[in-house]
């Protein structure tokens, strides 16, 4: 019978059988597998959230920076301020960029804009520039300099994490963290009794193997600028050390480690070195999902120095402080930080109590930063 069906008709059916069996094979082929980028799981846990996008009490930001503040309208800045609660912000990049000239004149026309539109709540650090250090005079100008600013209204010293890394004397050499050549800017800023809020170094990951036990392996391979090697320029744990040799040799200077010195993920060795140095302070920018990570190792680390830690959030993306309100105010389970790349892992909020609260949102700072208003804040 089918011998006499056309030839077409057979033709037809071997390639009919051909099409199924090429698309049963594509359905049946595993999809391909997913990217440590790409894998973003939501969660199914149900358990009770607390989104919070203003913060309990009004709070001081002292890790901001603003690269405008000289020239731009800051309404808007004072509006999204009100937003969050934030009752003062502190502007570290008080000079902007530039040489010695271009930074005075930034840091004049910003004091002149924020006078005009609030200066109770918009204050200036002021910074150091390097460029000459090593010419003779440079440190007595570098301490004429400090002296005016703080005059004029600056509220403390920002060192940028260049010191260290980037900086180089006018022979080539790298400036260390704690060249002698500073020693007298340190004691300046204790004798004014103004903060030096320092930076110093990056995460520790930046300087270690990138490979599969690296935490950091997604930022660094979104940003490869951060990675580098070993010795660039010198092991982490020298620059950390020079730091530390600047806390113990300024003793009458108040210091604030920028992003908890570099060791919110290793509570016991912040630790001791708060109680080695009584003039370090901490703030949490950029750290907090680490302290997200350990709520109760670090709820106790918080209690227990409730009077040298305070609020900083570095980069200005308003709706980020959300995730800082969270972790410090709730006791919310298992929720997701805003940038991946920063942390992959989940957090849990410290749900710290009241009184310890107010003094990292703005309590120490009106104690460590002078001439601060505060009259916005509840006592």
Not at 26 to 36: R, S, Y
Not at 58 to 80: E, G
Not at 141 to 150: G, I, N, R, S, Y
Not at 282 to 290: D, K, M, N, Q, R
């Amino acid at each position: 019978m089918n011998n006499l069906l056309p030839r077409s008709f057979h033709s037809f059916r071997i390639l009919s059988f051909l099409l199924i069996s090429t698309t049963l094979t594509w359905a049946q082929k595993p999809a391909e597998p997913l990217g440590f980028e790409e894998y973003d799981p939501v969660s199914t846990l149900k358990v009770p959230e607390h989104k919070i996008t203003r913060s309990k009490y009004p709070f001081i930001d002292v890790h901001n920076h603003q690269w405008n503040m000289d020239n731009a309208n800051l309404r808007p800045l004072l509006a999204q301020m009100d937003s969050l609660n934030m009752g003062i912000m502190v502007n570290l990049s008080g000079r902007g960029f530039g040489n010695v000239e271009q930074g005075t004149k930034f840091f004049d026309n910003a004091l002149a804009n924020t006078a005009k539109t609030n200066p109770k709540r918009l204050v200036l650090f002021t910074n150091l520039n390097f460029d000459d250090i090593g010419k003779k005079g440079w440190t007595e100008d570098a301490v004429t300099m400090l002296e005016a600013d703080v005059k004029k209204g600056a509220r403390g010293l920002k060192i940028y994490k260049n010191l260290g890394i980037n900086n180089k004397d006018e022979s080539g050499q790298r400036v260390r963290v704690d060249d002698s050549r500073l020693d007298a800017i340190w004691d300046k800023c204790g004798e004014l009794g103004i903060p030096v809020l320092i930076h110093t170094a990056d995460p520790k990951s930046f300087w270690d193997p990138m490979d599969r036990y690296n935490e950091r392996w997604l930022e660094l391979k979104l940003h490869g600028g951060r990675k580098r090697s070993p010795n660039d320029p010198v092991p982490w744990e020298q620059l950390i050390a020079e730091q530390h040799n600047v806390f113990r040799k300024h003793p009458k200077t108040t210091f604030i480690a920028a992003h908890m010195g570099w060791f919110p993920n290793d509570l016991d060795k912040l630790d001791s070195l708060m109680k080695v140095f009584p003039n370090m302070n901490v703030e949490i920018g950029a750290v907090i999902a680490e302290l997200g990570r350990q709520p109760r190792a670090a709820r106790k680390f918080f209690e227990k120095y409730q009077d040298r830690i305070l609020f900083g959030k570095d980069s200005w993306v308003p709706s980020e402080y959300a995730t800082y309100f969270r972790v410090l105010e709730t006791d919310d389970e298992y929720f997701p930080y805003h940038k991946k790349y920063h942390a992959f892992w989940r957090m849990y909020g410290m749900g710290l109590p009241d009184e310890v609260l107010k003094k990292v949102y703005y309590k120490n700072a009106l104690r460590i930063i002078p001439g601060l208003d505060k009259s916005q804040f509840p006592k």
